[in-house]
């Protein structure tokens, strides 16, 4: 489809220059695989910033960069995502395609379609599964997608040429591509991403309400450190990703709720420490098998 | 106390021989204040390694190092520690001291105290606020309580000597000591440590429950890395912490279950998106608040 002179995205328009978006440009940069770069934003410091950095060539509004990109990166939190493509969706050529980074995709995608009309099939909806508690276009990382999964939950109807070529985009960031549902994603995202941050996020509120929070928080180690990391993100972006994905989130919490009183009564019967052994001892072994897989400690 | 020639602990015996105990006996001799170093375990194969390693110079029984140890430290799991002290108590050699890793307090001062009757003022409960999911000797790390706090809980007439020379030698090692009553050492460690390992085990048994939980474990990324590092910790040493103190930790659980309780009330609320987002922001800006306060991000 290119060639060494010819660039997959000859004028990417990236919306939101933060971590996400940010990395999404350096990213294509770093492999020759752009051309110009236009950053759409709210906050001019932080587009300038990003120009700054050399994330971005030019700030720009979203008609013009509805008018001028070959791919649009819509990198904002999901609450912002449908008012910029009711805004893209009159002057978007026919042959630009879109897609994002939303950390949901069934809520994306019926916005999307609601949004852009007859010209949905423009829109591939995606998820990169990378990030970062840090945030703002300082934080932006060329690698930050190397050999990270990206879900992509196109249309029953999405033309093939447009999904392959979004593909590539991706791969050519160093991520591998996985084709999903939007709903069995946002199912397995409610598990292994968006209940672990709310669980984070509701202990550190309980550990800071505390009387002696400070006598507490000086003993803190690093099981503490890291187990509260993402408790720090952003709570614009997480507001937007629980109430987005508020039914399967809710029903993880549920399940989990259930799941935490048998490890409770496990706890209170201390005639038998045996059985909340064995309980620590299938956590243990899954964590460390999920660990050997992924490479990950 | 001593000269360059005379080290703060002529003969050291380290009951336990893995990450915990490894890490003292080598990081009293990085900075050259242990002679001779004997090992006591339960497991030979363990024991050999860590004399390979230069860890122990040699492994003993527990009444060997009795009779020729100036300081004991336990690095056991907690149930271990009264049989070890049993054992220990008819050859004490009187200007002995000993001292412990475990990760509670109250326990094991009582334990101590059935032990060792009369010389119970020989022990001064410990605890290393440091670790890691790794065990065995080949963890050891003579860096690894550097910076680190270590809590005392010495009892009400434990001579200042003894407390003073133990102050010492964690001071070599690198690390702050605090003194603390150890129910508020307990209360204070349920909530920061104890609590968050319960909950990161607990979900973990939920995902690997889940029938498609090879889709969501391969959607995984940096933010459950993190959020379940902690379990994949040694069962039988988090069952013994658990029981040891369970009363503290199933007081945190039922405050953390309260509060959970709210958060979902706010999430099931999605007219008011705006009180989710105030307990996010609450707990982003106690965790960066922390982070910055100690350094870990």
Not at 10 to 33: C, D, E, H, K, N
Request: aromatic share 6%; proline share 6%; charged share 20%.
């Amino acid at each position: 489809m290119n060639d060494a002179a010819d660039p997959l995205v000859p004028v990417l328009a990236v919306v939101g220059t933060g971590l996400i978006g940010g990395s999404f440009a350096a990213a294509l940069r770093r492999v020759g695989q752009v051309g110009r770069v236009l950053g759409v934003g709210r906050n001019p410091a932080s587009l300038r910033r990003a120009q700054a950095l050399g994330l971005i060539d030019e700030a720009v509004d979203l008609p013009q960069a509805a008018a001028r990109a070959d791919l649009i990166f819509l990198a904002t939190p999901i609450s912002a995502m449908a008012p910029a493509l009711r805004a893209l969706a009159p002057v978007l050529r026919p042959d630009t395609l879109l897609t994002d980074a939303g950390s949901t995709k069934s809520d994306v995608a019926r916005l999307a379609q609601e949004a852009l009309g007859e010209r949905y099939l423009q829109f591939i909806p995606g998820h990169p599964i990378a990030g970062s508690e840090m945030t703002g276009p300082e934080a932006a990382d060329p690698l930050l997608y190397h050999g990270r999964k990206v879900v992509l939950t196109p249309f029953d109807d999405t033309p093939g040429l447009a999904q392959h070529r979004l593909i590539r985009v991706w791969e050519a960031c160093g991520a591998r591509v996985q084709l999903m549902r939007p709903d069995a994603h946002d199912r397995a995202l409610g598990c292994v991403s968006h209940l672990p941050h709310f669980l984070a996020a509701a202990y550190m509120a309980q550990v800071v309400r505390a009387e002696d929070a400070d006598t507490r928080l000086g003993l803190a180690g690093t099981g503490f450190r890291d187990f509260t990391r993402i408790a720090a993100g952003s709570p614009e972006v997480w507001r937007d990703i629980f109430f987005s994905n508020r039914a399967a989130v809710l029903g993880e919490l549920a399940d989990f709720e259930r799941v935490l009183g048998r490890w409770r009564a496990a706890l209170e019967d201390d005639s038998h420490p045996e059985t909340l052994e064995a309980m620590l001892e299938q956590a243990a072994l899954a964590r460390r098998f999920w660990g050997g897989r992924n490479q990950m400690s």
